[in-house]
């Protein structure tokens, strides 16, 4: 199993594009493998020949390092490797887990230090205080149920991730379909197909009620998601700047680049505030830096390039897809990469190098006409992210009498306070509503 991103410490096996006997060469992809964040493809590297499959398709937490297939030399025979199995391999070792949060911490003090309190002085004084002459209790065997033992893959529905998402919106169960895609994996059209069965019977009078509740396995990326996400809210002070933008201008500007394209591009709202996100942190480069802690010393690194990271909803979860060097490139450019960049995010299809990083994140919920206005949190270890809600008209006093229509945006800045100034957030802020809102200075 590869590691195929920093925090990965165990994966999920996908579908294999390779059978036993194929021959591979450098770039092929072998097999799918959901890593912590995304579902990648897996490219070898070296020209040879799959011999054997010891990780079928559907195989859950398997550990970085442990045998997933055996590999030989192009032309040897794959014969003897028929009955090869893991355990032939050199078997496999648990995925490593994180240790609980309610554990005591590790002694600070070396073993034989001499102190009442070092690890070695501790062992050494429970050993002399046990019984010598005390028999061992009895081993019992536990009473079987006679149940099958089930492993977390039996218990997830093997779907895949659009699948899981319209299962969802619909009120699907999984549990109740047989897939019809590769090894039983439950497919779109399988969810399209579902019907519900009939109503039972009712329930005998005194009956225990059935659960009204479904446990729903929590997938890799969504414990990532939510382990980063703890870990933000918990070591990054946040504070939050809103202001309302006037985008008038800046839709009609936006027209007119879109009606002069002649087919060649489609700008997005969300594309110029992209831009003018890079302009503002150009303008304050405080809120374009972040907070570091290595070889016991502790910096503000202030970038020098705005790489933006653009928050993307895919159906396995939030992924964060950054657009490198904002500051120096057009809307055109700009908006060809953020429709690359979601399309992959939500095929499961990025990079690691697509999505870590980033020097400053938007989250945009505008498309959806009920979010007024909402807060973020910060992606670690950037120092801010701005959350745009939706547009909406608002009346306001026209020159003379009566009033005019204004099309609004409210947006909110989250800023961690370890590195931005309560002051510097609101100059931010300002800068960012100076551009918007006098969106020329989008195209020097």
């Known amino acids: 199993m590869p590691a195929l991103s920093p925090t990965m410490t165990a994966g999920n096996i996908g579908i294999w594009q390779k059978k036993a006997g194929d021959t591979i060469a450098p770039g092929d992809v072998l097999v799918e493998i959901e890593t912590d964040k ?36 192009e032309g040897a025979d794959v014969t003897p490797f028929e009955s090869f199995t893991l355990e032939d391999a050199g078997g496999e070792k648990p995925a490593p887990k994180e240790p609980p949060k309610e554990e005591a911490a590790e002694s600070s003090e070396p073993p034989d230090s001499g102190s009442q309190t070092s690890p070695s002085t501790l062992e050494k004084s429970a050993s002399k205080a046990e019984p010598k002459d005390q028999p061992s209790p009895e081993s019992q065997e536990a009473e079987s149920s006679g149940g099958r033992l089930q492993t977390s893959l039996d218990r997830e529905p093997n779907a895949s991730p659009l699948a899981k998402a319209m299962a969802l919106d619909k009120g699907v169960p999984l549990k109740a379909i047989k897939g019809t895609g590769p090894n039983g994996r439950i497919t779109k059209q399988d969810i399209e197909k579902y019907q519900p069965a009939a109503g039972s019977a009712p329930a005998a009078p005194g009956a225990a009620a059935a659960p009204s509740y479904e446990d729903i396995p929590a997938s890799s990326m969504r414990k990532t998601i939510a382990n980063r996400l703890v870990q933000s809210m918990n070591q990054n002070p946040h504070y939050f700047v809103s202001t309302t933008l006037s985008v008038t201008k800046l839709l009609k500007l936006r027209q007119a680049l879109n009606t002069s394209a002649d087919g060649k591009y489609k700008l997005s709202v969300n594309d110029f505030l992209v831009k003018a996100c890079a302009i503002a942190c150009k303008k304050v480069p405080a809120v374009n830096s972040s ?42 450019s700009i908006s060809a990469q953020i429709k690359d960049l979601g399309k992959r995010a939500r095929d499961g299809k990025l990079k690691p190098e697509e999505y870590q990083g980033g020097t400053f994140t938007i989250s945009n919920m505008g498309m959806n006409t009920a979010v007024e206005r909402f807060t973020a949190v910060i992606n670690p270890p950037q120092a801010g992210i701005l959350a745009v809600g939706t547009t909406r008209k608002v009346a306001i006093p026209a020159e003379g009498e009566g009033v005019e229509w204004d099309d609004q945006i409210v947006v909110t800045g989250s800023f961690d306070h370890k590195v931005v100034d309560g002051a510097v957030g609101g100059e931010w802020i300002r800068e960012l509503k100076k551009v918007v809102e006098n969106p020329l200075e989008l195209m020097l």
């Open 291 to 332: 907070w570091r802690e290595s070889g016991g010393q502790t910096v503000i690194r202030q970038h020098n390039t705005v790489d933006v990271s653009v928050a993307v909803a895919t159906p396995v979860g939030l992924m964060t897809p950054i657009v490198k060097g904002v500051d120096s490139l057009g809307l055109q």
């Open 38 to 73: 995304a579902q990648m493809d897996f490219e070898f590297q070296e020209d040879g020949v799959l011999a054997k499959i010891l990780k079928e398709a559907g195989e859950k937490d398997v550990a970085v390092g442990n045998p997933i297939a055996v590999m030989i030399e």
